[in-house]
């Protein structure tokens, strides 16, 4: 008998068929006889619609009460969920991230788990139940308040209960047949991966690239936990992603782990770009700017400082960051605009971010050849520009985004020979 950890997005689960869709394959791997852990996400566009209904209410919903309306969307469709388990005559109770033992710290919005304690989890498997888990959502150790993982948060949800519960699979459940060389809502003809490392597929996560969370991928990796990711709309093997290289353990057969040397082409239009405009070019200045933006709790990602304008003694700072970030980083900095000096401030949500990433990169020169000149002949011109041993990254105006992803994926000869499915969803 296995234990099996399940997770099933917002598209899986996005109606009262998908939900009893979902519960009959909850129930065929129960009475396959296995233990089964279930975490699901908020119906369709649940969580989305939320936000939208907060925003019309207010302008700046407090962030505890943000929390608070958005763990209610995971709340439904694990009830409904249950119901229609139970239906079947296979007894399933849900939890919330509290009941389950998900332990955050306290930042609302982006907590971060610190402790997992899924006792009442384990005594519902005991009892031979089905215990399916609210994903996203914990609570905060210190005082007990609801929080929420950000954005996609429900992947690291079944992650870590996977690894506390010593779990002998995780498999994500989701609208596309497993991870591809780029998004197939971007481009049709990208090729299914059918193993990658951790390392990439974090690279990929952390550029944009929404099929796995960020910290559910790191979460595996430092547990050694091999991910399955797969739709739920077909029956198809989909993509194992491998914490240690080499470790083929657990795929099934044929599927050795390939070692290309670009793994895909990732995109991410959740960023925008903060200029700080005539900063005094002196040491120290860069440090008390992300000084500010960390006190901010902000997560930049890409910074360039331009060479200082001759004559002056005054630079030009830009950086990214999340855009639901921009309003408070955009904030603090303005508060301190006497004390560093600075003259303006500028901000950008108009940007995307292109990023090629691939383990092979590290020992192929010509890689940035490539994909500068496919760029340059899209017509796609560059804001910023970022690397890393195995990414290029690239900044562009929103609008070329999906046709600079198209020229590099094409570049590359990273197309398939058939087109991906898209099973659900609507993208947003
Ligand atoms: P879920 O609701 O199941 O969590 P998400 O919308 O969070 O689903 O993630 C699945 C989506 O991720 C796909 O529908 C696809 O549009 C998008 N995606 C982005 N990059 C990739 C990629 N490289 N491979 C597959 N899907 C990707
Ligand atoms: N429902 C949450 C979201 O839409 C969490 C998740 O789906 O993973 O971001
Ligand atoms: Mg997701």
Redesign the pocket.
Known sequence: MALIVQKY????VADAAGIKRVAERVVATRKAGNDVVVVV?AMGDTTDELLDLAAAVTEQPPARELDMLMTAGERISMALLAMAINATGVVAQSFTGSQAGMITDGIHGRARIIDVDPHRVRTSLDKGHVAIVAGFQGMSRNDQEITTMGR?G?DTTAVALAAALDADVCEIY???DG??T????VVPSAKKISSISSEEMLE?AASG???LHLRSVEYARRFGLPLHVRSSFSDHEGTWVIPQPGDKTTLSEGAALEQPIIS?V?HDRSEGKVTVIGVPDIPGKAAEIFGIIAAAHSNIDMIVQNISTQGTGKTDISFTLPVVEGADARQALKNAQQQVGFEDILYDENIGKLSLIGAGMRSHPGVSYIFFKALSEAGVNIDLISTSEIRISVVTRADLLDTAVRAVHRAFDLDGTEEAT?YG?T?R
């Open positions: 997005g917002g598209s899986s996400s996609g429900s989701t609208d596309v991870v591809y780029a998004d197939p809502r990929l690239a929404k099929i895909g990732a898209v969803g993208g």
